[in-house]
């Protein structure tokens, strides 16, 4: 089982649409959760950041945690096509430092005007 | 700007051959990394240096070997002994190894076998 599991997709929505885009964790020591959006044939940006259970919110963008269920969620809301893009998620433990950072498959999604 | 640059953005290899690829960056970070992507697979990590003239092995270092003998550079040679090496190859720095620290990537090396 991979540490951190993720829907490679591909996941279209209309423009406007409410995306939802989910991981699953399997190590209880991951206290860090990252977002990071990559487009095509370019390197991956840091999105959102959290650490331990919660949410986080920067404009249309909600990271969430569920750390009981071992869960992760990024929310997208009023979606554009200019989000269209790989979706990352990546974990780390509290102990480790960045070596230690585990990613996702990635979801690539697709938002069609 | 400070940023990462990778180079070349496309390299075809031979079978048998060695290749090196280049990151270097201009953020004065400590710590710069590796990392091989494959369709369906996320990232994976090939090597990390946390310091200069120090390097670490990740969970795929196999056929691949790293140098780092300044901090603003980190180049990657993909020997022969690496039995698949087509895939797109992204380098990152962090200011550390701290968890609450940004990564910056690279903009990636695609790299293919003719």
């Known amino acids: 089982q991979k540490e951190v599991e993720q829907d490679p997709g591909p996941l279209s929505v209309p423009e406007g649409a409410i995306v939802s885009l989910n991981c699953t964790y399997s190590?209880?020591?991951?206290?860090?959760f990252m977002w990071y959006r990559q487009y095509s044939r370019k390197g991956p940006e840091l999105l959102m950041y959290t650490y331990s259970s919660g949410n986080k919110e920067d404009g249309r963008f909600t990271a969430q945690v569920d750390k009981s269920s071992k869960y992760i969620s990024l929310f997208i809301r009023d979606s554009q096509p200019s989000d269209s893009a790989t979706y990352l998620c990546?974990?780390?433990?509290?102990?480790?430092?960045?070596?230690?950072?585990?990613f996702g498959a990635g979801t690539r999604l697709a938002v069609h005007p | 700007d400070g940023g990462i640059t990778q180079s070349p953005k496309y390299l075809f290899r031979k079978e048998g051959q060695n290749v090196t690829l280049s990151c270097e960056q201009n953020?004065?970070?400590?710590?710069m990394y590796w990392y091989r992507q494959d369709p369906g697979q996320g990232l994976r990590l090939i090597y990390y240096s946390q310091i200069v003239n120090d390097f670490q092995k990740g969970d795929i270092a196999e056929g691949y070997s790293v140098s780092r003998e300044k901090k603003e550079s980190f180049p990657l040679t993909v020997t022969s002994a690496q039995k698949n090496p087509t895939a797109f190859y992204l380098c990152a720095s962090t200011q550390g190894g701290a968890a609450n620290t940004e990564a910056f990537f690279g903009q990636g090396t695609r790299l293919t076998v003719v």
């Open positions: 990546a974990s780390l433990p509290i102990s480790g430092g960045y070596n230690k950072l585990i």
């Open positions: 190590n209880s020591a991951f206290q860090y």
């Open positions: 953020l004065n970070h400590d710590a």
